[in-house]
């Protein structure tokens, strides 16, 4: 028992069980689906041409998922951004992040 | 070319041509077909736009009465004068000219959910693929004794559905004696805009304090408690000197204190004799457990139901809304209709125009995806309302929501603004809550 294990192949095996068994399980929303959520603020596809709030249209990936990550931690000072931000995983947070990087920005 | 000449030709003869011929073009250029919305409200237009961005070759109707918007959030706005009643008229020609979207001025008067087909008043019978109701909410004037539709519209306006009603409101308020009260009857649950009679309250209270300083505010509340009800009494202590109840003191920021002197806002809540059981509106007095109050001004919001032509279509339960499967608000009554916004029975979200919003946008996906022989992806719907204490004091309340057990949950944890917000965030709030109003009228209708 102790050695079937220990034997690395085994954990392997296992994670890879797992990990593919919860994927299969809960896909999550797709990157489209969780930024429809944005546009009341941060406009329809995240093309805001004026107002306060911060167009998310061909944002770089890596700058949104900082922002996130920054709300989430209380870094980043927001009046309900931190809020949101914590109802959205890492792996979602960046899924989001690839949507609108790909999105030409502008007004719609 | 040959070969499907000669079958074309065969289908003719066959007398299966017309269907088929119809059917080809679709069928080339991938899947498409017709989603009429009824009602063009937050919900209705909403998914109308998605339904489009989604597949611009779908065809999409929506048949709504009346041929501008008025909208609702914001509206109490125009009680202070911030904003005139012309400022809440939101346009329906982006949606057509933009986006291509079909739209029927009418009213629908019959619904055939086995022939697909909705009949309206002006005799079109329309038919469709998908249906997607977004009836909003009707207003039950008849369930407070002594009130009703007719006293709504000439002594005590409720103005919870913007239009003459808040005009009137508006005009009352004007004109009302000095060191008079405005009573406002708050709702029970559940109900639409659940910050918002509160908010209505702040405002007048504080239009008040410059036109009427001996003027007060009170509001009688079926109610213990309300949507963001610890910001907004810390707002009111601030800006108004009101009382907060000994139960929410105890976890206000320190320094918080009662000055024990008469407020210009009072709540009177369920458990201090708040229900109100009759309105005279001859003399606007209003009786409650607690007594009779005398109203100068008397804004009745009274409880709701879905809105009349959900009961109309069938699609209502018992408890007077829409019991919908919470993945794609398809109607539990009827198969391939669904229902969005307000009337829609949602669990943990609240009846707001930005829920309405995001359950269009996920109901619009998921049509698409049916109508394309997909099943529907995972949902995630989100609430975000900023709401006034006054002018320059915001607060707000936040969620994200997610499928849990077949039923719609709040994972995001704290809603509110910490009661401890620095005054730099709150004046943001309020401003932030004029610009949404802005980007929000955008992505619905523009």
Not at chain 2, 52 to 75: D, F, H, M, Q, W
Request: proline fraction near 6%.
């Amino acid at each position: 028992m102790g050695t079937l294990m220990n034997s690395p192949l085994l954990a392997l095996v296992l994670m890879a069980a797992t990990l593919s068994s919860a994927h299969a399980a809960a896909p999550g929303p797709t990157g489209e689906a969780m930024a429809a959520t944005c546009a009341g603020c941060h406009g329809t596809e995240g093309r805001l041409g004026t107002g306060e709030f911060m167009p998310l249209a061909g944002m770089k990936e890596a700058e949104f998922i900082r922002a996130m990550q920054d709300f989430r931690s209380g870094k980043r000072l927001s009046t309900l951004m931190g809020h949101v931000a914590n109802g959205f995983t890492d792996r979602e947070v960046r899924a989001m992040a690839q949507y609108f990087a790909r999105i030409q920005p502008g007004a719609r | 070319m040959l070969n499907r000449r000669a079958f074309l030709t065969a289908g003719l003869k066959a007398g299966a041509a017309l269907a088929f011929a119809a059917a080809l073009p679709a069928r080339a250029q991938g899947p498409a077909g017709h989603v009429v919305v009824v009602g063009g409200g937050v919900g209705g237009a909403t998914a109308a736009k998605y339904l489009k961005l989604a597949n611009p070759r779908l065809r999409v109707t929506v048949i709504e009465a009346n041929r501008t918007y008025i909208r609702p959030y914001g509206s109490s706005e125009v009680l202070t004068g911030h904003v005139a009643m012309r400022d809440l008229d939101v346009s329906y020609d982006v949606l057509k000219s933009k986006y291509g979207i079909d739209f029927v001025f009418d009213t629908v008067v019959g619904f055939d959910p086995a022939k697909k087909t909705v009949r309206t008043a002006g005799r079109q019978s329309i038919g469709y693929d998908k249906l997607i109701v977004s009836p909003g909410i009707r207003l039950m004037y008849d369930a407070i004794p002594g009130y009703s539709a007719a006293a709504a519209e000439t002594r005590a306006p409720s103005g919870w559905i913007p239009g003459t009603q808040t005009a009137l409101l508006a005009k009352q308020l004007k004109a009302m004696r000095q060191g008079g009260t405005f009573v406002l009857i708050a709702p029970p649950k559940p109900y639409r805009c659940p910050p918002g009679p509160y908010e209505r309250a702040a405002l007048v209270t504080e239009w008040m304090r410059r036109h009427n300083p001996t003027g007060k505010v009170l509001i009688l509340d079926p109610k213990d408690e309300f949507v963001t009800d610890a910001t907004m009494q810390l707002g009111w202590h601030r800006l108004y000197g009101y009382n907060i109840p000994t139960d929410y003191l105890k976890d206000m920021p320190a320094g918080v204190k009662n000055s024990g002197r008469p407020s210009p806002i009072e709540w009177v809540r369920a458990k201090d004799g708040g229900t109100v059981e009759k309105i005279d509106t001859r003399t606007l007095a209003v009786t409650t457990l607690q007594g009779v109050e005398k109203a100068d001004v008397l804004n009745v919001i009274p409880p709701m139901q879905a809105g009349k032509l959900a009961f109309d279509m069938g699609l209502t339960d018992a408890s007077g809304w829409c019991p919908v499967e919470r993945r794609t608000f398809e109607s539990s009554v009827h198969k391939n209709v669904f229902v969005i916004g307000d009337a829609s029975i949602a669990d943990a979200m609240p009846k707001s125009g930005f829920s309405a919003n995001t359950q269009a946008k996920v109901t619009a996906r998921a049509v698409v995806d049916q109508l394309a022989g997909r099943a529907p992806g995972e949902p995630v719907w989100e609430n975000t309302c900023y709401a006034l204490a006054g002018s320059d004091y915001g607060l707000f309340v936040a969620d994200v929501f997610r499928l849990k057990d077949g039923k719609i949950a709040q994972i995001s944890g704290q809603r509110y603004l910490p009661l401890d917000a620095p005054l730099a965030k709150i004046r943001l709030a309020a401003a932030y809550q004029q610009a949404w109003l802005r980007t929000f009228t955008e992505d619905c209708f523009a």
